[in-house]
């Protein structure tokens, strides 16, 4: 998000040699959960209690970065990932496909034609476009 981009941004670009007076950081990342429970990860051993400085802020962003991208999803990813290759790796499909062809496939079009949606719905079992299930 943009809040934290700015701040990491900010982070880096701090010339002063109190950035650990200053950020108060530690090389942990706090978060919450999909529960809403209160969750800390370090970002490399021990960084609970090693602190933020001007010398190790490069290091500090580069591992939030990677957590943030790639380790809090890791669990998600293989789960597609290894849902994704069950179908699509014995298919010859994969062969043929370019980059931006793929990602129209697992991603979908980005743009999204509401009103030729609903002139193209056929409504059944009693639902019209006017059902509260429909309209809400």
Not at 24 to 36: I, N, P
Not at 80 to 104: C, K, W
Request: aromatic share 10%; hydrophobic share 35%; with cysteine.
């Amino acid at each position: 998000d943009k809040e934290t981009s700015r701040g990491l941004q900010q982070l880096l670009d701090y010339d002063c040699d109190d950035v650990e007076d200053i950020f108060c950081l530690m090389f942990e990342h706090v978060y919450r959960d999909s529960f809403g429970n209160q969750k800390t990860v370090e970002l490399k051993p021990g960084g609970s209690d090693i602190p933020v400085t001007s010398d190790n802020k490069e290091e500090y962003v580069l591992l939030y970065v990677q957590w943030l991208l790639v380790d809090s999803i890791k669990e998600q990813y293989d789960a597609f990932d290894a849902g994704f290759m069950q179908v699509m790796e014995s298919s010859s499909i994969m062969h043929v496909l370019r980059p931006d062809e793929l990602e129209l496939l697992v991603v979908g079009s980005r743009d999204l034609d509401f009103s030729g949606l609903e002139n193209a719905t056929e409504y059944e079992g009693g639902y019209d476009a006017d059902s509260p299930c429909v309209v809400n």
